[in-house]
């Protein structure tokens, strides 16, 4: 299987975004919007998504917190902070400062 | 937009009210918390009030909506002096997919997944997004806060 380079994947993965916030947008449940078949082809692209994904967080909070906990297997956010996308934002772009992905 | 995906918002009075944002959705816009995701979920990506059931039915909004004091309403979404309404809509499985809050004039107010917030009638959001009102629920208009 020939692997995809790093521009592909970045140019999948734009297209995928923007299909997941278009086709979302109008959803308030959480359920669908992280279930949503783009969302979930994000999180198969693998690690290389996790700094695309934190790249598109480092411009507004989103619903990214569920696709890059499946991809790293970590969870930098407070439970306190339930709910809370700004400090979800946050705590996420301070993991990926921290691993040199941001 | 708006009017492709609500048709009831074409022959109505409606107006968008505020900026997108994704912070906080529907369901905290009417329980009047504009800084969460309400979601019943088991996850610190979305809130849900401590000690209600974390399940996607109509009782458990009702009763995420009570520890806000609101209760089912026996008159549906007729003005009401002194009294604030929240309507939740669900789909034709019954499964609850939106709330919409009441405003002083009678007009209702929602904010839309993770797009605007804006005021339109009891009908305008009827269809395929987001079902039907499935239950009203209303509480006692909070006194006004004392000026410091």
């Given amino acids: 299987m020939k ?44 690690r290389p998504a996790v700094p695309l994904i934190l790249a598109e967080l480092a411009v507004q909070p989103d619903h990214w917190g569920w696709a890059l906990e499946a991809l790293t297997g970590e969870n930098p956010v407070d439970d306190e902070d339930a709910g809370r996308l700004d400090r979800i934002q946050a705590a996420w772009l301070e993991w990926g400062h921290t691993k040199g992905l941001v | ?24 959705n529907c369901i905290a816009w009417a329980a009047g918390d504009l800084t969460r995701w309400w979601w019943p979920v088991r996850s610190p990506l979305a ?24 209760a089912p309403c026996n008159v549906g979404g007729a003005l009401e002096s002194g009294v604030e309404k929240v309507a939740l809509y ?32 009891p009908e305008g959001l009827d269809g395929d997004q987001y079902g039907v009102v499935a239950c009203v629920l209303r509480r006692d208009r909070p006194a006004a806060p004392i000026a410091p």
Avoid at chain 1, 9 to 15: C, H, L, S, V
Avoid at chain 2, 1 to 24: D, H, Q, R, W
Wanted: proline share 5%; net charge positive.
């Fill in chain 2, 1 to 24: 937009m708006l009017e492709a995906m609500f048709p009831g918002l074409a022959v109505g009075n409606y107006a968008i009210t505020s900026a997108k944002t994704p912070t906080y």
């Fill in chain 2, 47 to 70: 809130y849900w009030p401590a000690g209600v059931p974390c399940e996607v039915t109509l009782d458990a909004f009702i009763a995420a909506f009570a520890t806000l004091g609101y």
């Fill in chain 1, 3 to 46: 692997k995809k380079t790093g521009a592909a994947i970045a140019k999948i993965f734009g297209m995928l975004a923007n299909q997941w916030r278009t086709e979302t947008a109008l959803s308030s449940s959480l359920t669908d919007v992280v279930t949503h078949a783009a969302y979930q082809r994000i999180i198969g692209l693998g």
């Fill in chain 2, 90 to 121: 669900a789909d034709r499985l019954g499964t609850p997919t939106h709330a919409a809050r009441q405003l002083p004039t009678g007009a209702w107010t929602s904010k839309l997944g993770r797009l605007e917030d804006i005021r339109h009638t």
